[in-house]
């Protein structure tokens, strides 16, 4: 066979509807779009664009509509091991250490589906190799409680990739954390996706975010949620920390917000307010 390979992730003329036919949300409206194995997508727009909702729909958490969502040609019907999902709220157990909390559900899977001795064995190896992997060791044994912000999304991370996905699904991960916690975050999931190979769709609301994790953003526009344009990022696929002063950077990154102004009316809400407040200079 011949051709490019398939794409691990399809979405073709795929819609979304909360509520009735009529009357309700359309949360997604022919959306298309193809993601690469291996590939870290980002995914930005403004809040109600429909970002979460693609990515739940990818996950199989939220039925569609209309088209298709499509995992290496096969229809996704629900969840599934080759899809984990990371949250902004870490959404550990608090009664759990660190460590279970990584190991349970694939542990747990080992025990009660496999029920070999080696399938328990590999799936401690690998939590093993997760703690070590997130800078975790020295807070294998605390509770989430204990814990900063990064440090529990960490963890959060660890248990996602627990299951060896093949696509990891993050929304707005680091929402919750100071700048600077974010930073080391960014560099860590780069470095960690490509240690995995794991395919990474990543939605976030901060556009510098988006553009410094991703090889391409996805822009996304509202009322209906939709595709609105798609970004190649011309940056080295290895990121570090200067390039986002780079000129091809902040050229995008403009290029970017300025569309985000365009999609969400918010330039239209400014252009009003300008000429009602030359109009009110006017009356007095
Ligand atoms: N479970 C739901 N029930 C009803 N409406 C929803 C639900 N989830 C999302 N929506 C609506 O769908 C639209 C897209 O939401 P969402 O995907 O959360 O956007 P984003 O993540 O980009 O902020 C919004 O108008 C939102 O109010
Ligand atoms: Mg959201």
Redesign the pocket.
């Known amino acids: 066979m011949s051709g490019p390979p398939l794409p691990i992730v399809r979405c073709r003329s795929l819609g ?1 509807r ?2 009735e036919a009529a009357s ?5 409206e022919g959306v298309d779009l193809e993601v690469g194995e291996g590939e870290f997508l980002t995914i930005v ?12 729909t990818i996950g199989g958490l ?1 039925g569609y509509c209309d088209g298709a969502v499509e995992i290496d040609g096969h229809l996704v019907r629900g969840p599934g091991v080759d899809r984990a999902m990371v949250f902004q709220n870490y959404s550990l157990y608090p009664w759990l250490t660190v460590t279970e909390n990584i190991r349970f559900t694939r542990t747990l899977r080992a025990f009660t589906q496999d029920r070999t001795s080696s399938s328990v064995e590999a799936a401690l190896a690998r939590s093993d190799a997760l703690l070590a992997l997130m800078g975790l060791q020295k807070v294998a044994h605390a509770h989430p409680n204990q814990l900063s912000g990064g440090m529990q999304q960490r963890v959060a991370i660890a248990r996602a990739l627990m299951g060896r996905p093949r696509i990891l699904l993050m ?2 991960p680091f929402g919750a954390l100071d700048a600077q916690t974010r930073e080391v975050m960014h560099d860590l999931i780069l470095h960690v996706s490509r240690l995995e190979r794991s395919t990474v769709l990543f ?1 976030t ?1 901060d556009v510098e975010e988006a553009i410094y994790l991703g090889g391409r953003v996805v822009l ?1 526009a ?2 209906p ?1 939709r595709i609105d344009s798609v970004h190649a990022v011309p940056l080295p696929s290895l990121r570090t920390q200067e390039m986002k002063l780079s000129p091809e950077f902040l050229r995008l990154k403009s290029r970017i917000l300025e569309r985000i102004r365009e999609t969400s009316g918010m330039r239209t809400d400014l252009d009003l307010l300008a000429r009602l407040s030359i109009q009110e200079q006017g009356i007095s």
Request: glycine share 20%.
């Open positions: 979304v909360f509520g309700g949300t359309r949360a997604l727009g403004a809040s109600g664009c429909g970002k979460s909702t693609l990515l739940r939220v929304d707005e939605v609301h996304m509202p009322q949620g």
